[in-house]
């Protein structure tokens, strides 16, 4: 990761995943539509359609579940990175996703200099034109940071968001 071809910010896709949760557990892989496409493959669905047309660079799935992650890696084979977190501050109920990114970011070495595209696995209603809307607003926004509906999209990690 780091500077995309052509020297430009480098873009990812950010899908973190939970595996558990107390009100609805297993809730990323809860069925939706009338294909019942596990949530968290709506969402990467989307993010890989947003990487063939050039929006974004790479596409990241993280969880704490063996479960979500191979559901990903068989319907996407080689189109996205999926990250295992591993038990920690990063996995608790309580854990932001601030802290999930920051977290992977020091357990895998990642930069920082790249704009994140957080796609949530429970927002399925959202499009591409969504997130082409939203890398729009962020290229014309000074300050950074681009929170639309349905899509958030932040560019050059905020200092805020690496400290503890």
Request: aromatic share 4%.
């Amino acid at each position: 990761m780091g500077e995309a071809e052509g020297g430009s910010m480098k873009r990812i896709a950010f899908i973190p995943a939970r595996g558990t949760s107390k009100r609805f557990p297993r809730k990323n892989l809860a069925p939706f539509g009338p294909d019942k496409t596990p949530l968290v493959v709506v969402a990467a669905t989307l993010a890989v359609q947003a990487e063939t047309i050039g929006l974004l660079d790479d596409v990241v799935v993280s969880s704490d579940s063996h479960g979500v992650l191979d559901i990903v890696q068989s319907r996407f084979p080689g189109q996205t990175t999926c990250l295992n977190r591993q038990p920690g501050p990063a996995t608790a109920e309580t854990a932001r996703v601030r802290d999930v990114l920051c977290a992977h970011m020091a357990d895998h070495d990642l930069p920082t200099d790249m704009d994140i595209c957080l796609l949530l696995p429970t927002s399925p209603l959202r499009t591409l034109r969504h997130i082409t809307e939203s890398s729009r607003l962020l290229a014309e926004d000074t300050t950074g940071l681009y929170d639309g509906p349905n899509v958030s999209v932040v560019g050059r990690i905020p200092t805020f968001a690496n400290t503890s």
